[in-house]
C-alpha cells in the first residue's frame, strides 16, 4: 500500500547528506592518497558512495510507486493513498510500512554497505598494485 515510503524517506535523507557532505569534500579539496613509493591516486569521495545509496533507493522507491500505481493502490487524488481514506485499511498500511518498508529499506542498505566494502578492496589492491619507483 505504502511500502515505498520508507525507502523513499532514506533517499530523501541520503540526497540532503550527500548535497552536504559534497560540499564539504569540495572545500577540504582533493582525495589524494600518496603510496609508500610516492605514487598518488585518487580515494573515491563519499558523497560519491553516497550516491550509489542514492540510486539504489530512488529507483526501487519509483518501481514499488509504479507497481502500487499499477494497481490502484496509489491514485492522483487526495487522500492520494486508498488506504487512507479507512481508519481499518489505515492501520494495516502503517503495518505495512513497519514491516516490508523497513524491511526493504534495511535490505537496501546492507547491500550498498556490501558494496562499499568491495570498493574498499578494490582501493586496497589497486594501491598494491602500483609500480614502485627505483
Known amino acids: ?3 515505498f515510503l520508507v525507502p523513499m524517506t532514506e533517499a530523501i535523507v541520503a540526497t540532503i547528506a550527500q548535497k552536504v557532505i559534497k560540499k564539504k569534500e569540495k572545500k577540504a579539496g582533493v ?3 600518496t603510496s609508500a ?6 580515494k573515491t569521495p563519499f558523497s560519491k558512495k553516497l ?4 540510486k539504489l533507493l530512488w529507483g526501487g522507491s519509483a518501481l514499488l510507486a509504479f507497481e502500487h500505481v499499477w494497481h490502484g493502490e496509489v491514485v492522483p487524488y487526495f487522500p492520494f493513498l486508498t488506504a487512507a481514506g479507512d481508519p481499518a485499511d ?3 498500511m502503517l503495518h505495512e510500512m513497519g514491516t516490508a518498508g523497513v524491511c526493504m529499506a534495511a535490505i537496501v542498505t546492507v547491500v550498498w554497505i556490501g558494496m562499499l566494502l568491495v570498493a ?3 582501493e586496497k589492491r589497486a594501491l598494491k598494485a602500483l609500480p614502485t619507483v627505483r
Open 51 to 54: 550516491g550509489w545509496l542514492n
Open 37 to 42: 613509493d610516492g605514487f598518488e591516486y585518487e
Open 31 to 33: 582525495h589524494a592518497v
Open 1 to 3: 500500500m505504502a511500502c
Open 90 to 92: 489505515a492501520a494495516e
Open 120 to 122: 574498499k578492496s578494490l
